[in-house]
């Protein structure tokens, strides 16, 4: 198995005695990264109030082009930036009236940017929420299927790899065609994109797509995009300045208009060193022919010699009874374990980081990632550890 480990250095290096098994929670950022940081500062420089012109004509388009290109998606301009999905996401709530039936379809396994804001919203008397448990995993896709099939809905929100499980969503082709045209679609794709291989030509113009550069796109915070679909009209409430940057200079008085592409969703003044980072990865992904389904593949392999190695620790916790995955299908980048009770939970997890390997729990769920900063061997660490227990 090839290793990636000396694209990781200055990261490794601060924690050489460790083993990161949090990868899909906050991944390291490889080297390339480190660059792209100080170009930031030094076009932030030289550029001062002209850094814009560089960011806006050149960076931006040449990103959007690369995550085209990375998701198969035919329109690069409709691709949006923000600091995180949070505001992408509230920016698209805000498109439907206070005062207007809000039915929306979701499952009770989305990251709390979504489930803490929709609880906050479901205060208000107009939203109501069909929500589909993910579990159990193998009658999911069916039962998904029937709630689209049933209701009548202004959203449907979904993950495109659920958070709390690894487990991959039924792909949106496969009900798509059941869902009213009135209905916007929307997957949060934060733990797809860049790990699982995806295509979304086929959906493009229908469904809007979010994701963010934190995770398995490895540049760190501040860098969260999302896919509009091509002519959408919508116009959120929440709208910043950027979303219509190209006509500043007519008089701002009258309706407010918005930007044709993706941009209509864009908010305001934002840090790009994150974008600038993503763009660095990007590249090299490009140079070294690093694609997602090899990547993907690669992991595979480390999931598989971290399953060995949790067979042969026979640890009355962490086994295969214990595991979360669908069977038969193919799954995210990180293996959940659910355990009898929390407490179980933080007791085991705080044992390992004394051990040296860092995971990552909430509640009764203890996680471990996998990245190309792995080594298979490194998982004898693991062993050693449970073993010892
Ligand atoms: C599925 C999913 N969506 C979104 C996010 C990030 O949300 P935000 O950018 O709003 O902080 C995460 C972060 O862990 C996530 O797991």
Not at 45 to 54: L, N, P, S, Y
Not at 139 to 154: I, L, N, T
Not at 223 to 250: I, Q
Request: negative net charge; hydrophobic residues 40%; aromatic residues 14%.
């Amino acid at each position: 198995m090839v290793s990636y480990k000396q694209h990781y250095q200055g990261f490794i290096s601060q924690h050489r005695e460790r083993l990161h098994c949090a990868p899909h929670s906050h991944h390291y950022w490889p080297d390339v990264t480190q660059q792209a940081q100080l170009d930031y500062w030094l076009d932030s420089a030289r550029g001062v109030d002209h850094k814009w012109d560089a960011i806006f004509s050149e960076r931006i388009p040449d990103v959007q082009r690369r995550l085209a290109a990375l998701l198969h998606y035919p329109h690069p301009e409709q691709w949006v930036f923000a600091s995180n999905t949070h505001e992408l996401l509230y920016r698209l709530m805000s498109c439907f009236a206070a005062n207007q039936p809000l039915h929306i379809l979701t499952t009770d396994s989305e990251f709390h940017s979504f489930s803490r804001q929709l609880r906050r919203l479901q205060e208000r008397p107009n939203v109501r929420v069909t929500s589909i448990s993910t579990q159990p995993f193998a009658s999911f896709p069916e039962r998904w299927q029937a709630a689209v099939q049933a209701g009548s809905y202004q959203l449907i929100f979904i993950s495109q790899v659920f958070y709390n499980s690894g487990v991959i969503a039924p792909a949106v082709e496969t009900w798509l065609p059941w869902v009213e045209p009135s209905t916007q679609v929307v997957i949060d794709g934060y733990h797809g994109c860049g790990a699982i291989p995806t295509d979304l030509s086929g959906v493009a113009d229908r469904v809007f797509y979010l994701a963010g550069a934190y995770k398995y796109l490895q540049a760190g915070e501040g860098c969260c995009f999302m896919a509009v679909p091509k002519h959408c009209s919508l116009r959120p409430e929440y709208t910043g300045w950027f979303a219509d940057f190209a006509n500043l200079a007519k008089p701002q008085a009258g309706a407010v208009e918005y930007a044709a592409d993706g941009y209509r969703f864009a908010g305001a003044t934002m840090d790009f060193s994150a974008l600038y980072r993503l763009q660095a990865v990007l590249r090299w992904w490009q140079q070294d022919g690093l694609t997602v389904a090899h990547m993907h593949r690669h992991v595979q392999q480390l999931q598989q010699a971290f399953l060995q190695v949790i067979a042969r620790a026979q640890h009355p916790l962490l086994n295969e009874s214990n595991r979360l995955f669908h069977a038969g299908a193919d799954h995210g980048h990180f293996f959940t374990y659910q355990l009898p009770s929390a407490e179980q939970v933080t007791a085991l997890a705080l044992q390992l980081a004394a051990a040296g390997i860092d995971t990552d729990y909430r509640g009764d769920r203890l996680r471990f990632g996998f990245a190309l900063y792995h080594d298979a061997a490194d998982y004898q660490r693991l062993e050693k550890a449970l073993t010892a227990a």
